[in-house]
């Protein structure tokens, strides 16, 4: 995983199942029990969005999923991460890798031009890697978990009903009607990747230690 970004700033946030204060100021992993099953959800009691990582470890549980969960955290709601189902004759006890970045959030475009370009302009400013999503984007995600994997400093924002004007902030002359992906990193633009293969090859050409 990738160290140089992360001393920055406190950027993110890791919690060891419940042994450890998840002190984050707006974004909790909270227990929700239900006989059984016990099912944790992020709360975000804050007014942008944020993504969570959650990874559980445990042989106490059976999982719902036994991948890493990403997932975007709207503002001021609660999303469900993950449920766990305790097995018979087990102390239900599970460790738990919570990753939040504090710097991700959503991107609300204004009708007007001024009024977007002006929106736009805040957002990106001083970051790092962009990365433009619209729904249902499976290479949104992907890029998503890589970025959040290897520790690396990501801003979203979802661009599906605003692709003409993004496109022209971008400066891309390119058809847009057809690209649910656009990366940003420092100042190059990427809007042709489509594939996790030449996703790697691209972020690896700033971060060569990418895993």
């Not at 559980?56 to 549980?61: L, V």
């Not at 087990?90 to 929106?119: A, P, R």
């Not at 992907?142 to 801003?155: H, Q, R």
């Amino acid at each position: 995983m990738l160290k140089f970004l992360v001393c920055l700033m406190s950027l993110f946030i890791f919690q060891n199942g419940f042994s450890q204060k998840n002190n984050h100021p707006y974004v909790k992993l909270i227990e929700k029990e239900h006989g059984k099953r016990l099912e944790l959800f992020a709360k975000n009691t804050d007014t942008i969005s944020y993504s969570v990582f959650l990874r559980i470890t445990t042989n106490d549980f059976r999982r719902s999923s036994n991948r890493p969960v990403l997932e975007t955290i709207n503002p001021k709601s609660e999303k469900l991460l993950i449920t766990l189902i305790k097995l018979v004759d087990k102390e239900g006890k599970y460790d738990s890798q919570f990753i939040v970045n504090k710097y991700t959030e959503d991107l609300n475009f204004s009708k007007d031009n001024d009024g977007i370009e002006k929106n736009f302009n805040e957002a990106l400013k001083s970051k790092t890697v962009n990365l433009f999503e619209t729904d249902n984007c499976d290479i949104c995600k992907v890029a998503k978990n890589i970025l959040t994997s290897n520790n690396i400093i990501f801003k979203t924002n979802n661009f599906s009903n605003n692709k003409d004007n993004v496109f022209k902030l971008l400066d891309i002359k390119d058809d847009s009607s057809k690209t649910k992906f656009i990366l940003k990193i420092q100042d190059s633009v990427y809007h042709q990747i489509n594939n996790k293969e030449t996703l790697i090859k691209t972020l690896k050409t700033y971060f060569p230690e990418l895993n």
